[in-house]
């Protein structure tokens, strides 16, 4: 089965709430983990990443927390914009992999309502 | 992008024929991946390369086959395709942690 996944298929957000996806992995080996948007037709494109030992980061208008305890992952966008529709995924990597290879979750559709 | 391409970006094949799909970079990077993508499973892992005639198996490999003879070219052959191969393939490279994908490549296999 696979070690990343997230929590709900679908979301719908208001233009200019807040968003907020989530993701619960299992492997506690994994070191480093990313969220990538794709669009329509498009492959998925990196949005921001975040490493073990820290448990916040901040882009712009995008926040990924991590919570090494419960093994949990998250992507808030604020004030969200119809452009923000997507869907987004989250990707682990593990410390051992010296190939970089990445598990990604099954994705969350996000959908902005004008 | 990252200077990635892959051909053709669509693809309608008949039940047994064999299949190639391309993936090139211009970047001279390492690391090459091809997945799949179908609803419900997110991005699968079918083979990669670590560097020219260096590749290992993913996690869904059965009845896929790479070669990389050159740095700037990862190909993708299914010897005889089946309808469970219908699927969207992408292509990434990897710069340390990051991977970057391509534009993808919808194949049906009637």
């Known amino acids: 089965g696979e070690s990343v996944g997230l929590h709900l298929p679908t979301l719908s957000v208001q233009e200019g709430d807040n968003s907020i996806i989530n993701c619960a992995y299992s492997n506690s080996a994994s070191d480093y983990f990313i969220w990538y948007k794709q669009e329509s037709g498009k492959g998925p494109q990196f949005i921001i990443d975040i490493r073990s030992n820290m448990d916040k980061r901040q882009g712009q208008r995008v926040t990924v927390l991590l919570n090494k305890t419960v093994k949990h992952l998250s992507l808030q966008i604020a004030a969200t914009q119809p452009g923000d529709s997507a869907v987004y995924f989250c990707?682990?990597?593990?410390?051992?992999?010296?190939?970089?290879?990445?598990?990604f979750g099954a994705g969350t559709t996000v959908t902005v309502r004008a | 992008d990252a200077g990635i391409t892959q051909s053709p970006r669509h693809k309608v094949t008949e039940t047994g024929t064999p299949v190639t799909l391309r993936c090139h970079q211009t970047?001279?990077?390492?690391?090459m991946y091809w997945y799949r993508q179908d609803p419900g499973h997110g991005l699968r892992l079918i083979h990669y390369?670590?560097?020219?005639?260096?590749?290992d198996k993913g996690e869904v490999s059965d009845g896929y086959s790479v070669s990389r003879s050159k740095t700037e070219d990862f190909l993708l052959t299914l010897e005889s395709a089946t309808s469970s191969q219908t699927s969207v393939y992408f292509c990434?490279?990897?710069?340390?942690?990051?991977?970057?994908f391509g534009p993808g490549t919808r194949l049906t296999v009637l």
């Open positions: 390369s670590y560097g020219v005639k260096d590749t």
């Open positions: 970047e001279n990077h390492r690391y």
């Open positions: 990707a682990e990597k593990a410390s051992i992999s010296n190939d970089y290879k990445l598990s």
């Open positions: 990434a490279i990897s710069i340390r942690n990051e991977q970057f």
